[in-house]
């Protein structure tokens, strides 16, 4: 089975835009995995315009399932990753004020800069992941890094199958099959949903965790947070 790790960010976004603590990020990665989720994931940026540096030191203690902290890997957040220690670090290239991931690594071009910073948290026994595009060529990058995994950059293909283009698939199965050949974990993430999922999970060669975020959030307002929850952990089998 795969495993389903929520993305809080957009639970942090809610409560940002009022002030206060409410909802509860703590209280809200609590539930999730009471709820059955394998994984609570954050991404943390700079501005902190939704996830906070001190939520990721505050979820340490609750998350008992897999925290993965996503993020660019500057010096703050390395710091932050050392210090909380999650079970993985994903990698991802985000520019200062992106509204959201558009990107996967340029693992060839960046890939002595990855070496570097992957050893570190390596080192420290913290599994690491790299976001990648679905293209063979990456992945095999990916590999000269010496990253754990790579976590495939959904985005694309979750626009084409709304679209009724199920051929979308077809390159996201050809770099995951490239990465179980060269020993590499398979994760995945972005704009997928409810309506992709199972579609997707179907068609990914040894695809060992998604995760989700956006859409979860969003459908968990008309299904609630715990039937959504299940809802994913059905399509996921």
Same mark, same amino acid.
């Given at each position: 089975?795969?495993?389903?790790?929520?993305?809080?960010?957009?639970?942090?976004?809610?409560?940002?835009?009022?002030?206060?603590?409410?909802?509860?990020?703590?209280?809200?990665?609590?539930?999730?995995?009471?709820?059955? !989720?394998?994984?609570?994931?954050?991404?943390?940026?700079?501005?902190?315009?939704?996830?906070?540096?001190?939520?990721?030191?505050?979820?340490?203690?609750?998350?008992?399932?897999?925290?993965?902290?996503?993020?660019?890997?500057? /010096?703050?957040?390395?710091?932050?990753?050392?210090?909380?220690?999650?079970?993985?670090?994903?990698?991802?290239?985000?520019?200062?004020?992106?509204?959201?991931?558009?990107?996967?690594?340029?693992?060839?071009?960046?890939?002595?800069?990855?070496?570097?910073?992957?050893?570190?948290?390596?080192?420290?026994?913290?599994?690491?992941?790299?976001?990648?595009?679905?293209?063979?060529?990456?992945?095999?990058?990916?590999?000269?890094?010496?990253?754990?995994?790579?976590?495939?950059?959904?985005?694309?293909?979750?626009?084409?199958?709304?679209?009724?283009?199920?051929?979308?698939?077809?390159?996201?199965?050809? !770099?995951?099959?490239?990465?179980?050949?060269?020993? $590499?974990?398979?994760?995945?993430? /972005?704009?997928?949903?409810?309506?992709?999922?199972?579609?997707?999970?179907?068609?990914?060669?040894?695809?060992?965790?998604?995760?989700?975020?956006? !859409?979860?959030?969003?459908? !968990?307002?008309?299904?609630? $947070?715990?039937?959504?929850?299940?809802?994913?952990?059905?399509?996921?089998?």
């Amino acid at each position: 089975m795969t495993k389903l790790s929520v993305n809080i960010n957009k639970i942090a976004t809610l409560r940002n835009a009022r002030g206060g603590n409410v909802p509860n990020v703590v209280e809200a990665a609590v539930a999730i995995q009471r709820f059955g !989720a394998q994984g609570i994931t954050i991404h943390p940026r700079p501005d902190e315009r939704h996830i906070r540096y001190q939520d990721a030191r505050d979820l340490r203690s609750v998350v008992t399932t897999e925290f993965n902290i996503e993020g660019n890997p500057q /010096h703050n957040f390395i710091d932050l990753v050392l210090e909380c220690r999650p079970e993985q670090v994903t990698l991802v290239p985000d520019a200062i004020g992106a509204i959201t991931s558009s990107a996967g690594w340029d693992t060839v071009r960046h890939q002595s800069y990855l070496q570097e910073v992957i050893a570190v948290f390596k080192a420290q026994g913290i599994r690491t992941s790299i976001f990648v595009d679905p293209d063979v060529k990456m992945i095999e990058g990916a590999k000269a890094t010496g990253t754990d995994r790579i976590e495939l950059y959904t985005e694309s293909f979750a626009h084409q199958y709304a679209l009724g283009n199920e051929h979308a698939i077809a390159p996201y199965a050809a !770099a995951a099959q490239r990465a179980v050949d060269l020993k $590499l974990g398979v994760n995945a993430g /972005h704009d997928l949903s409810l309506e992709n999922i199972r579609f997707f999970k179907q068609n990914i060669p040894g695809l060992l965790e998604v995760s989700i975020g956006h !859409a979860l959030i969003s459908e !968990a307002l008309y299904f609630g $947070l715990d039937n959504v929850v299940n809802m994913y952990l059905q399509k996921l089998k």
